[in-house]
T-cell receptor
Framework: AQTVTQSQPEMSVQEAETVTLSCTYDTSESNYYLFWYKQPPSRQMILVIRQEAYKQQNATENRFSVNFQKAAKSFSLKISDSQLGDTAMYFCATGGGSNYKLTFGKGTLLTVNP | NAGVTQTPKFRVLKTGQSMTLLCAQDMNHEYMYWYRQDPGMGLRLIHYSVGEGTTAKGEVPDGYNVSRLKKQNFLLGLESAAPSQTSVYFC????????????????FGPGTRLTVL
């Protein structure tokens, strides 16, 4: 079984500042993936960043980076130089291994203020 | 490429009515999924398919049926709609990394907002 916990239902940040969204997970899989998806007001689910659990190096995508702590089962998302367009719901998810499915957390609503 | 498309985008039903949601993908993905999204609940898996002609139950399958007659299409049916099925429904697809079931990034459709009165 897999579980994903996002302990921050809502967060806010000023434009151009840095914010970190928390995610902890639990899985019995030995070879799994971790994801952050963004859902803006348009409702579209957009992949932000992906991490393969067997890789120690933290994934980065432009202003987005993760802090992957495998032993602690923690997968936080850091957004640098926040922009108004980053305002969205952010979902952490895990999947892979023998599991065809992704398990999602309940989401963190991030608001970027001008 | 259109990616993953869903039809319709919005629908209002009366209790007891039936309907089918259509999901189509043009990425030749093996795996397809149906989720529902409710406030404060994240995304919950309804049913999924690991290939043409196959379907399996997810986390919340009751009241729904699915079919995957063609690789590119995945249909979600509600035989007798109930107000508890008011939700936003997302379809997703992903490719198989290798034989044995490893799956990777899921690509989502734009969603269907369904209201059951």
């Amino acid at each position: 079984a897999q579980t994903v916990t996002q302990s921050q239902p809502e967060m806010s940040v000023q434009e151009a500042e840095t914010v970190t969204l928390s995610c902890t997970y639990d899985t019995s899989e030995s070879n799994y993936y971790l994801f952050w998806y963004k859902q803006p007001p348009s409702r579209q689910m957009i992949l932000v960043i992906r991490q393969e659990a067997y890789k120690q190096q933290n994934a980065t995508e432009n202003r987005f980076s993760v802090n992957f702590q495998k032993a602690a089962k923690s997968f936080s998302l850091k957004i640098s130089d926040s922009q108004l367009g980053d305002t969205a719901m952010y979902f952490c998810a895990t999947g892979g291994g023998s599991n065809y499915k992704l398990t999602f957390g309940k989401g963190t609503l991030l608001t970027v203020n001008p | 490429n259109a990616g993953v498309t869903q039809t319709p985008k919005f629908r209002v039903l009366k209790t007891g009515q039936s309907m089918t949601l259509l999901c189509a993908q043009d990425m030749n993905h093996e795996y397809m999924y149906w989720y529902r999204q409710d406030p404060g609940m994240g995304l919950r898996l309804i049913h999924y398919s690991v290939g043409e002609g196959t379907t399996a139950k997810g986390e919340v399958p009751d009241g729904y049926n699915v079919s995957r007659l063609k690789k590119q299409n995945f249909l979600l049916g509600l035989e007798s709609a109930a107000p508890s099925q008011t939700s936003v429904y997302f379809c997703a697809s992903s490719y198989e990394l290798r034989a044995g079931g490893h799956t990777d990034t899921q690509y989502f459709g734009p969603g269907t907002r369904l209201t059951v009165l």
